[in-house]
Nanobody
């Protein structure tokens, strides 16, 4: 089992930037994929971005394309999104997830998938 802890969230003015990170502990998968999701009250969880085990493939929801960039950390165990040109619509609690592949991470399957506790991101007008 992999334990994940998000960090880097906070309060940012519209147009500003944030970089989130996700620290992994416990059992890890050398070729595991990482993904990020976000959720706001009254709205279902939304996929944001994902990255393959080697960083060669990335995926983004349309609303963040061109603004968010996800990359592997130095150990290539987790994915970290650089979030630019932030707007109030980006305000949410952001969660990282680890799975067997990008398809697995983006699916609704929970077996062999780990989630972080969430990191709040608030964008002011």
């Amino acid at each position: 089992q992999v334990q994940l802890v998000e960090s880097g969230g906070g309060l940012v003015q519209a147009g500003g930037s944030l970089r989130l990170s996700c620290a992994a502990s416990g059992r890890t998968f050398s070729r595991g994929a990482m993904g990020w999701f976000r959720r706001t009250p009254g709205k279902e969880r939304e996929f944001v971005a994902a990255i393959s085990w080697n960083g060669g493939s990335t995926y983004y929801t349309d609303s963040v394309k061109g603004r968010f960039t996800i990359s592997r950390d130095n150990a290539k165990k987790t994915g970290s999104p650089q979030m630019n040109s932030l707007s109030p619509e980006d305000s949410a609690v952001y969660y990282c997830a680890a799975g067997l592949s990008t398809a697995h991470v983006m699916s609704k399957m929970e077996q062999d998938k780990s989630w972080g506790q969430g990191s709040p991101v608030t964008i002011s007008s």
